[in-house]
């Protein structure tokens, strides 16, 4: 039955783009983290939504269960297989045309597995911007961005990957598809079915295009680096800017001083911004369409003031671009540079954001005395990842995800602000989410996907 199934797969979309070969496979089956692992019938690679809506009526008849994936780089083991069941791998990557892009209505229509940092390009030839950005970029795919809700950099001025979506197209779980792809700012006309599927992390259908909203492009850009003494001060900070700046504010990135260690030690060409080593960082940028030294006097003025009123305690600004491209690596290689331990990315109202990081640190402390902290994130959009310890600690990983979850229901939070649930937080979700959401969640599952082919084993 296997090989039948995998020589119907290889009729569907051609030989050269099955891969069954286990070395072949190998990146496919396993997550960006190597957190989790676990092989597959095949990864099959169409390259139309034709050739996707076929694979998923094969599936369907042959019950075998099908787990979409983009760039593979999300970091809760949505995209890789269980091993639970018979299932396939359904690469996108094959769907990356950029089907057209209309000036005048501020819009581009893309297929799914177009790479995030492919639509910024094509967007900024048109002298526009698409607003989703994060370090991932460079291989993330749009339909992966769309099915995770991602947040990114810019959210703070231009919210996240659902509010970047006007239309969409979608395989269904029984090989339908749905043309959605409205490229309408206004449509009252019932259910907004897109945004079910957005932040669905696959468990309803298959993305495989979308209408997005361009913006005009900012002409200039300034960037600081601020040291601060505690976390408090970066919310007074985003206050003053906010008033000072206005929506020019586009990223307000926070850092401890320990990610900033651990960035030195592992990218040893980057230079240290504050040798004074300063506990807390943000890393500022405003965007617009004046001149770059319009908008520098702007952010140097007010982070001045913000000095003098004892908010900051220090700053650089970026005196040109490969000085913020600098400061911006900094901020980007955290993630790799504390690799292996225990992550949580968690969100509470931006006014909470010290309290959430004190409790915590508290309660670890009393737990797991001496384990580090490396604390940086969003917090203009109240995100933060709060991850802890080392390699050593992921034994213990559910112990530590208890003390930092409690502090964040504590704070009203949430236990994942834009990474989503995936297979690393559908058990522990259950303890956070009110019982009438995650019914209404098992009833939609199963009016969409009543035999559980798609992508089983994550989310709920
Ligand atoms: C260095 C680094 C930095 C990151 N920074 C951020 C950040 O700032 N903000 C943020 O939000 N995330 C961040 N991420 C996480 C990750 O990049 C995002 O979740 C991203 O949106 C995932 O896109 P992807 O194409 O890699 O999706 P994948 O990892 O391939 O898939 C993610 C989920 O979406 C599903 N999926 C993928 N494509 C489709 C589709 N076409 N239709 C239906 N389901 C699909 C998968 O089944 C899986 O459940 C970061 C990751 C890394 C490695």
């Known amino acids: 039955m296997p090989e039948d199934f995998v020589s119907g797969v290889r009729a569907i979309v051609g030989e050269k783009n099955v891969l069954s070969d286990a070395r072949e496979a190998e990146p496919y089956f396993t997550d960006w983290r190597r957190q989790y692992r676990a092989a597959a019938l095949c990864v099959a690679r169409p390259g139309n939504t034709a050739e996707v809506a076929s694979l998923v009526r094969l599936c369907v ?13 999300g970091l809760c083991g949505g995209s890789v297989p269980t091993g639970t069941r018979r299932e396939i791998v359904l690469s996108l990557s094959r769907l990356n045309r950029i089907r057209s892009l209309d000036p005048l209505n501020d819009t581009i229509s893309v297929e799914a597995g177009c790479v995030l940092a492919d639509v910024q390009r094509a967007a900024a030839q048109a002298d526009r911007l698409f607003a989703l950005s994060l370090a991932a970029e460079g291989s993330c795919q749009i339909g992966g961005n769309l099915s995770t809700n991602a947040g990114g950099v810019n959210v703070l001025r231009y919210g996240n990957a659902r509010e970047q979506v006007l239309g969409l197209e979608a395989v269904l779980p029984d090989g339908r598809v749905w043309d959605g792809m409205r490229a309408l700012r206004k449509d009252n006309t019932g259910y907004d079915l ?32 601020v040291a ?45 911004p504050d040798p004074a080593r300063a506990a807390w960082y943000v890393l500022v940028q405003l965007d617009d369409f004046g001149t770059h030294s319009q908008l520098e006097d702007l952010l140097q003025g007010a982070i001045g003031e913000a000095c003098e009123r004892r908010i ?61 902290i490396y604390c940086f994130g969003h917090v203009g959009d109240g995100n933060l990842h709060f991850n802890v310890g080392d390699a050593s600690l992921l034994a213990r990983r559910a112990e530590v995800g208890r003390i930092v979850y409690a502090a964040v229901a504590a704070l009203g939070g949430s236990i994942s602000a834009e990474h989503g649930l995936g297979q690393l937080k559908r058990e522990e979700i259950t303890r956070h989410k009110d019982p009438l959401e995650l019914e209404l969640m098992r009833a939609l599952k199963r009016a969409l996907d009543p035999r559980g082919l798609m992508n089983p084993g994550k989310v709920i």
């Open 228 to 272: 601060l003494d505690e976390p408090q001060r970066a919310v007074d900070l985003l206050a003053h800017l906010r008033h000072a700046c206005g929506e020019r504010l586009s990223a307000f990135e926070l850092l401890s001083r320990s990610c900033v260690d651990a960035v030195l030690a592992h990218r040893r060409e980057l230079r240290d």
């Open 61 to 73: 008849a042959a019950d075998v269960a099908i787990v979409p994936q983009g760039g593979n780089t």
């Open 312 to 372: 900051a305690s220090g700053a650089v600004m970026a005196k040109n671009e490969s000085e913020a491209k600098a400061l911006w690596s900094i901020r980007e290689s955290v993630p790799e540079a504390q690799f292996a331990n225990v992550k949580h990315d968690i969100s509470v109202a931006i006014s909470k954001v010290p309290e959430l990081i004190e409790r915590a640190a508290a309660a670890l402390a009393a737990s797991f005395p001496g384990a580090p």
């Open 194 to 225: 897109k945004q079910l599927f957005i932040g669905a992390e696959g468990t309803l259908g298959i993305i495989t295009a979308a209408v997005l909203r361009l913006h005009p492009r900012p002409s200039a850009a300034a960037t600081a680096w």
